[in-house]
């Protein structure tokens, strides 16, 4: 199994993907995918799916992790960000990948034990999981990786039922 977490969004996009072979977990891609502002909207959609194409291609993910979203103060951002959902939602069924969503609040239980923890909370027990992320630990990088293992374990459990 290898899991694809992505975290999206406009500005930056954080993804992470981790290989399960038996009972170890090698994580063997991560970072974020910055889209400049100043870009049209079109254009951003376009680099969104070819990035996520060719890692998809390049790693041959089998399942796709997602955080569903929620409605923030912000109705335009909301909107917006269902474009680049519904680009996952393509790509998933176009590789034949499993996909599956969780709320923050299942992540954050996920990771760190307590569905109510912070941002920061989370970041702090990613650094711990993945030390070697050191300079690169944007959060949306820690937030994909969060969903990542989510995914992972979740999907983990559900076999084993």
Request: charge should be positive; include cysteine.
């Amino acid at each position: 199994m290898i899991i694809l977490g992505i975290d999206p969004g406009f500005t930056a996009t954080g993804y992470g993907i981790l290989k399960k072979e038996g009972h170890k977990c090698f994580l063997l891609d991560y970072g974020y995918l910055p889209m400049s502002s100043r870009k049209h909207l079109s254009e951003r959609v376009h680099i969104f799916f070819d990035f996520f194409t060719e890692k998809i291609t390049t790693f041959q993910i089998t399942d796709l992790a997602l955080e569903t979203p929620f409605l923030g103060k912000n109705a335009q951002n909301f909107l917006k960000l269902g474009y680049l959902r519904g680009i996952l939602y393509l790509l998933a069924d176009q590789h034949k990948m499993q996909l599956h969503e969780f709320s923050p609040r299942e992540v954050k239980q996920s990771v760190t034990g307590y569905g109510g923890a912070s941002k920061d909370q989370v970041e702090r027990v990613i650094m711990q999981l993945f030390p070697k992320l050191g300079a690169q630990k944007k959060q949306d990088v820690t937030d994909a990786l969060a969903v990542t293992l989510c995914g992972l374990w979740k999907r983990q459990a559900h076999q084993f039922k």
